[in-house]
């Protein structure tokens, strides 16, 4: 039997308890004291995975916010009757002030999400949106229902990475964008910097280029394979980053584009919603904090190697991956592996389009990855 989990169960945090239905709610804990009796009565946690369940399956990070973030949560939290103020400048100055980038070039949204829905609307209206086969294409599947644009992928490499060369090929002066992610989701790849940037200072004279930058940070070398100075030095490129990812704030919601000023101007300009104060406050509070990013970054790493570990002690294919998921290949279509792994609450990424072979697991905590380490050989032989 398989089964696709939707997205919208993913994005209400239902995932864990419809895959995961056996974990039992536990006893109140003392920070739940205070919630409505709702709350308590509900089988489910609040937010987050229910306990007991390891939700490897969103590309969250379970090691952030940082303590620099909470205390901003707090004090924002306190100022919640008013409207954010200053907090947007003050974060968009400090963005420019690392990237050497004028404030003006920075759109930031609500996650990173909202940019990129913004963008494939805008452009998307022009032209078609050419993209690898295999992208995070939420947003561009959104311009797609609004019937606002239409996408056009291009077949990977066989090597599962993205064919910049069939890319280059398929612009046209038709075409509305090019949305890269790099490095790429699920594959995790990251692209030859030469390369990359090479093909993208070409299509860029054609059309708008979008780079989505989602996992940069968490990449080998983020200075050397960033397309930013493609974005300073003139290049219709865009550029985008999320605080849900290394900085582990995916509930707070905060993300941004660094482009020309005119193009985040009309990105500002097609937002849909104003960021809650609490996601701007808290991503001021953690964006220089290099304790915590560095922190942040070792555990995702020793995450991942355990899982390459694994994979590889097992005999199975898994893509060299710069991020905070890997994708592999078990051996067992990835529905039915992921529905092995739910049935012991543990919560992996089921198929993606036709690539019925091919799972994708989240670094979570370790011990929760140990657990998956641990249940996959039975998990993927059954
Ligand atoms: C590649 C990529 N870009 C963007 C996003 C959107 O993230 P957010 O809206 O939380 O910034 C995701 C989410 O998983 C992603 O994988």
New binding site residues.
């Given amino acids: 039997m398989t089964f696709q989990i939707s997205r919208r169960l993913m994005l209400t945090g239902a995932v864990g308890a419809s895959l995961a239905g056996a974990a039992a709610k536990a006893a109140p804990k003392a920070e739940e004291a205070a919630f409505p009796p709702e709350v308590l009565a509900h089988e489910h946690a609040l937010l987050g995975p229910d306990d007991g369940v390891a939700l490897l399956a ?2 969250e990070n379970p090691y952030g916010p940082s303590e620099s973030a909470l205390k901003m949560v707090d004090y924002a939290g306190k100022k919640g009757a008013y409207y954010p103020g200053q907090a947007n400048l003050i974060l968009a100055e400090m963005i420019a002030e690392r990237h050497g980038v004028d404030p003006k070039q920075i759109a930031i ?6 940019a ?1 829905s913004a963008i494939a609307v805008l452009y998307g209206r022009q032209g078609p949106i050419v993209a690898p086969r295999l ?2 294409d ?2 561009a599947l959104y311009a797609k229902r609004l019937g606002l644009a239409e996408i056009s992928r291009v077949p990977l490499t066989d090597d599962m990475g993205v064919d910049l060369a069939g890319i280059e090929a398929a612009v046209t002066e038709e075409t509305g964008l090019v949305q890269l ?1 790099n490095p ?2 699920p594959t995790g790849l990251v692209s030859d910097s030469k390369t990359f940037k090479a093909a993208v200072k070409r299509m860029a004279k054609k059309t708008t280029v979008l780079v ?1 930058e ?2 940069m940070e968490l990449a080998d070398d983020p200075d050397g394979n960033t397309c930013l100075d493609l974005v300073k030095k003139g290049h219709n490129v865009i550029v ?6 290394i900085y582990g704030m ?1 509930g707070l ?3 941004y584009i660094i482009s020309s000023e005119e193009t985040a101007e009309k990105v500002r300009g097609a937002a849909m919603s104003w960021i809650a104060g609490t996601g701007l406050a808290s991503a001021i509070g953690a964006y220089n904090d290099e304790t915590f990013l560095e922190y942040s970054k070792s555990k995702i790493v020793e995450a991942r190697e355990m899982i390459l570990a694994k994979t590889k002690e097992l005999g199975m294919v898994a893509l060299p991956s710069q991020t905070n998921f890997v994708y592999f290949k078990s051996g067992k279509p990835a529905n039915d592996l992921q529905e092995a792994l739910a049935a012991k609450n543990v919560i992996i990424r089921g198929q993606y389009m036709d690539y019925a072979d091919w799972s994708r697991v989240s670094m979570g905590k370790i011990e929760d990855v140990e657990r998956f380490c641990a249940l996959l050989p039975e998990a993927a032989s059954a």
């Fill in positions: 969103r590309n949204t609500t996650g990173s999400g909202e990129l992208f995070w939420t947003t992610c790429n989701n989505d989602a996992y985008s980053r999320t605080f849900s990812k995916a919601r905060v993300g």
